[in-house]
């Protein structure tokens, strides 16, 4: 089965540093998604990758997906207090049957002190 | 466009009784698929169905089972409930069953 491994797992910065977050996986990814979440909430999509030396940018939150699509990057410039929350990895893959499942990494706590 | 939606938002068991957890998929959506997340982990894959069929199983034993509805809304059931199922239970809908899946705001069931 798909492991994902996401590092570091816990972030504080200060507010405007720039960050990383790193998602690792075990197999090649076939679509790699990224999504946050508030403590207890639901998870919220920010962004999903499928080609390898992809990258994409929603505002100042970038993700990229290495040419060997085994790892990607979650990339915050000028944090804010609103970035604050759980940041997830996930692979999608499709098994036998064609169904899709969501393996998802451990999470990532983004704290941003004022 | 109506989000995901999930009820209720908190509940309390004890072990051994049985819950039904409930989601309504996002407007035009046909799949749901539902996770566990514990405390301080990441969501865990319970089962998917597409189309009112279950479309595959994580590592689940038989007591978690669910139903998808006509109108595509999904229910979760857990029987004969255990301390460890205390967690926070996300539904996610998708346009087919390969697709961006869109998250509810979860369920936090909490077994005594």
């Known amino acids: 089965s798909q492991e994902l491994e996401q590092s570091p797992q816990s972030l504080i910065v200060q507010e405007g540093k720039n960050l990383t977050i790193n998602c690792t996986s075990s197999?090649?990814?076939?679509?790699l998604y990224w999504y946050k979440q508030k403590y207890g909430e639901g998870l919220i999509f920010l962004m999903m990758l499928q080609k390898g030396g992809e990258e994409k940018s929603h505002e100042k939150i970038t993700a990229k997906l290495d040419e060997k699509k085994q790892q990607s990057s979650l990339h915050i410039t000028a944090s804010q207090p609103s970035h604050a929350g759980i940041y997830l990895c996930?692979?999608?893959?499709?098994?036998?049957?064609?169904?899709?499942?969501?393996?998802f990494g451990t999470g990532t706590k983004l704290q941003v002190i004022p | 466009e109506t989000g995901v939606t999930q009820s209720p938002t908190h509940l309390i068991k004890t072990r051994g009784q049985q819950v039904t957890l409930r989601c309504s998929s996002q407007s035009g959506h046909n799949t749901v698929s539902w996770y566990q997340q514990a405390l301080g982990q990441g969501p865990q894959f319970i089962f998917q169905y597409y189309r009112e069929e279950e479309n595959g199983r994580g590592n689940f034993p038989p007591r978690f089972s669910g139903l998808q509805f006509p109108n595509y809304s999904s229910e979760l059931n857990v029987n004969a409930l255990e301390l460890d199922d205390s967690a926070l239970y996300l539904c996610?809908?998708?346009?087919?069953?390969?697709?961006?899946?869109?998250f509810g705001p979860g369920t936090r069931l909490t077994v005594t």
């Open positions: 197999k090649t990814l076939y679509g």
């Open positions: 996930g692979a999608g893959a499709l098994d036998s049957g064609g169904y899709q499942k969501v393996t």
């Open positions: 996610a809908s998708s346009l087919e069953s390969v697709g961006e899946q869109y």
